[in-house]
Each structure stands twice: as C-alpha cells, then as structure tokens.
C-alpha cells in the first residue's frame, strides 16, 4: 500500500489496513458546525443563477469593517 496521506481526509491507507499494522475502525467520524460557513452557505442562496450570477464570490467581512464602509459611503453620498 502507498505511504501518502488522503488529500480529503488526512489520513494514510496503512492506518486502515490491518495487514500492515492498521485498524478498520481506527478513527472515528464527526460533525461539526462553523457559523461563518453557514453563512455563506446562506449568502449563496441569494446570488442569482446564470450569466447573472458568473463570478460572484461570497465572503466574510467583520462587522465592524462594514459598519465603518457604510458609514463612509452615507458621508459621502451626504456630501454630493
């Protein structure tokens, strides 16, 4: 068996293959939740299907850099 470890995973064949030293069961498997994947899961619902929605990228911004955006954005459409 070849000695490189699973991109996806992390782990290496011979952890799993008894005949080289390994156990079948030798990790087990979780879950768990990130809150700022959930969302951007949930931004990309909004992002519109088709050439309206090509290349659109989602991400996380803090909120206190938005909030600072927004507020310079509302002085200077206040200024015009």
């Known amino acids: 068996m070849q000695r490189h470890t699973c991109a996806e995973c992390g782990t290496r064949g011979e952890e799993w293959d008894e005949e080289s030293g390994g156990d079948r069961f030798a ?11 959930e969302l951007i899961a949930l931004e990309r619902d909004h992002v519109p299907e088709g050439p309206h929605g090509h290349g659109v990228k989602v991400g996380l911004l803090p909120r206190a850099q938005h909030e600072q955006r927004t507020r310079a954005l509302h002085r200077r459409d206040h200024r015009t």
């Open 27 to 37: 990790y087990i498997g979780t879950t768990s939740r990130c809150p700022g994947c």
